[in-house]
């Protein structure tokens, strides 16, 4: 089992900056990816960025170049800055880790949203 604690979501104006947190607890030496999602109303859940243990990156189009996923081993934290924020950016952002068995586990989520 594993909890995720995220931190850090909130109200931003369009080209401000937000920075994520999320901190693993429980079995966290089987964690192999750390990352997030996001879901935007009446839309699916989808991968935002993820990292490796071994510290790949993955990004999707529509964020790369505006945030960076960071990974800090030792205290079991994955971060995302999210910078140039775009009204299209507002969802709900999930933070995830995957086992090295393949078991995914959710955070429950914390609302970013991005308006003048």
């Known amino acids: 089992q594993v909890q995720l604690k995220e931190s850090g979501g909130g109200f931003v104006q369009p080209g401000g900056s937000l920075r994520l947190s999320c901190a693993a607890s429980?079995?966290?030496?089987?964690?192999?990816?750390m990352g997030w999602y996001h879901q935007a109303p009446g839309k699916q859940r989808e991968l935002v960025a993820s990292?490796?243990?071994?510290?790949?990156?993955y990004y999707a189009a529509s964020v790369k170049g505006r945030f960076t996923i960071s990974r800090d081993n030792a205290k079991n934290g994955v971060h995302l800055q999210m910078n140039s924020l775009k009204s299209e950016d507002t969802a709900v952002y999930y933070c995830w880790v995957r086992l090295l068995e393949g078991t995914p586990y959710w955070g429950q989520g914390t609302q970013v949203t991005v308006s003048p």
């Open positions: 429980g079995s966290i030496s089987s964690i192999n990816f």
């Open positions: 990292i490796s243990s071994g510290g790949t990156t």
